[in-house]
C-alpha cells in the first residue's frame, strides 16, 4: 500500500497550491514508488489536484486512494497514452473534476534493447509511441486548454540516452528521447507568448520498481543486489537516484518558481553524462 507518510524530507507543502497536475504514466508496473507516482504524491503533498493516468485502473486507484488518504485530491483515469481518443477523454474529464489543467507530466516510456539493424519495425514503432507519440498526443490535447487560461506547464521525463550512447544498444529508446527534447523545444517556442512553459528532466539511473523487475526477470532474485551495485559503481556519485529526487525536480518545473524557464533540459544523473577528458601522465608507471 503506497502511503504518503513515506515521502522523505519536511512537509512544506503549498507550492503547487491551486493547481491542476494531469500525469501521464502515474502508476507503478510492480510493487513500490515509482517515478510517476512518486510525483504524483509529491505533486499532491504541495497542494495541487491531480488527474492520475495510467493505463492499468488497479495503478491509477492505488495512487488515487493514497493522496486520498492523505488529505489531498484526485481522480484516477484510464487511457493509453499511446491513443489520442482516450487522453483526450482523460483531458476532457480532468478539465470537468477540476476546471482546468496548469500542468501536465509526461511520464511514459518503455525501451526494447537493439542494435540498428536488429531493430524490427514492430519494436521500433512501440518504443516511439510510448516515449515520444504519447507525448505528443497529451501535449496536443491540453495545449488548448491551457492557451485558454493563459498559462501552463507541460514537464516531459527523459533520459540520458537522448544526449549520450548507451552500451546497451537502445537505438529505439535513444531516438524517441532525442525526439522528445525537440517535441519540448517547439511547444516551448511555439507557446512562449501564450504563457506556457515546456520543459524535459534527463534521468540517468534511478532505483524503481520496474528496474528492480526487470533484474529480477533478467538475473534472478539471488543477484539482484549484485546487479543494482553494479547500476551504482558506475555514476561518478557512486549510488543510483531515487524517485523522490525526480518528483522534487518535477514540482520545481511545475511550479511558478520556474516561471522563467522554458526549452530546459535539465540532467539529473548524478554525473554520469559529463564528458571526461583522460590524462596520459595518469599512465604512466
Known amino acids: 500500500m503506497l502511503d504518503l507518510n513515506e515521502i522523505p524530507g519536511a512537509k512544506s507543502g503549498g507550492r503547487l497550491a491551486g493547481k491542476v497536475a494531469l500525469i ?9 514508488w515509482s517515478n510517476g507516482s512518486a510525483v504524483a504524491a509529491l505533486f499532491a503533498r504541495e497542494g495541487a489536484a491531480v488527474a492520475a493516468v495510467d493505463v492499468s485502473a488497479d ?7 493514497a493522496i486520498v488518504r492523505a488529505g489531498g485530491r484526485c481522480i484516477a483515469l484510464v487511457a493509453d497514452g499511446t491513443k489520442k481518443d482516450e487522453i483526450a477523454r482523460a483531458v476532457a474529464q480532468c478539465v470537468a473534476e477540476f476546471g482546468r489543467v496548469d500542468i501536465l507530466h509526461n511520464n511514459m516510456g518503455g525501451s526494447i534493447p537493439s542494435k540498428v539493424l536488429d531493430s524490427t ?6 518504443v516511439l509511441d510510448r516515449n515520444l507519440t504519447a507525448a505528443l498526443f497529451a501535449s496536443q490535447c491540453v495545449l488548448p486548454v491551457m492557451v485558454k487560461q493563459g498559462n501552463g506547464s507541460i514537464i516531459h521525463i527523459s533520459s540520458n540516452a537522448a544526449v549520450a550512447y548507451p552500451r ?10 532525442a525526439g522528445l527534447h525537440a517535441l519540448s523545444r517547439a511547444v516551448a517556442m511555439e507557446y512562449v507568448t501564450a504563457g506556457i512553459r515546456s520543459n524535459c528532466i534527463i534521468l540517468g539511473h534511478i532505483d524503481t520498481p520496474e528496474i ?6 533478467r538475473f534472478g532474485a539471488d543477484k539482484l543486489e549484485e546487479v543494482m551495485t553494479a547500476r551504482a559503481s558506475i555514476i561518478p556519485m557512486k549510488r543510483v537516484g531515487t524517485v523522490w529526487e525526480v518528483a522534487h525536480a518535477a514540482v520545481y518545473f511545475a511550479s511558478d518558481e520556474s516561471g522563467f524557464v522554458t526549452g530546459a533540459e535539465f540532467i539529473m544523473d548524478g554525473g554520469t553524462s559529463i564528458p571526461v577528458v583522460e590524462s596520459y601522465p595518469d599512465k604512466v608507471k
Not at 501521464?24 to 513500490?32: D, Q, T
Not at 495503478?59 to 486512494?65: G, L, T, W
Not at 519495425?121 to 512501440?126: G, Q, S, T
Open 24 to 32: 501521464v504514466g502515474a502508476g507503478s508496473s510492480a510493487s513500490g
Open 59 to 65: 495503478a491509477a486507484e492505488e495512487v488515487r486512494e
Open 121 to 126: 519495425e514492430a519494436d521500433w514503432r512501440f
Open 168 to 177: 546497451l544498444n537502445m537505438v529505439s529508446y535513444s531516438a524517441a528521447k
Open 212 to 217: 528492480r523487475r526487470r533484474a529480477l526477470e
